[in-house]
């Protein structure tokens, strides 16, 4: 029984090494759940399904601002694929 599946948060993302924020509300995505297999010996992953990366600015309490990616994506499955 697999329960893999695509969590979606919409907000400003917050990088986490830098805390500046986006300019933007993002739709922000991940991968969760369990992913189980017949052989004890095969290990298989909640992974996203053809991800895609976005662009998007930052600005920092400095003024500072840069530009970001993250992956998006609208699927995810159980894959044996780089666990």
């Known amino acids: 029984m697999h329960s893999c599946g695509l969590a979606i948060e919409t907000g400003y993302y917050i990088d986490p090494l830098t805390k500046c924020t986006s300019n933007r509300r993002l739709r922000m995505t991940k991968c969760t759940g369990l992913c189980t297999t017949t052989n004890q ?3 298989s992953c909640c992974k996203p ?3 895609k990366r976005r662009f998007f600015r930052m600005t920092c309490a400095n003024g500072f601002t840069y530009r970001q990616s993250l ?3 609208k699927q995810c499955t159980c894959s044996s694929i780089a666990c």
């Open 41 to 43: 010996n095969e290990k």
């Open 49 to 51: 399904v053809e991800p």
């Open 71 to 73: 992956d998006f994506f």
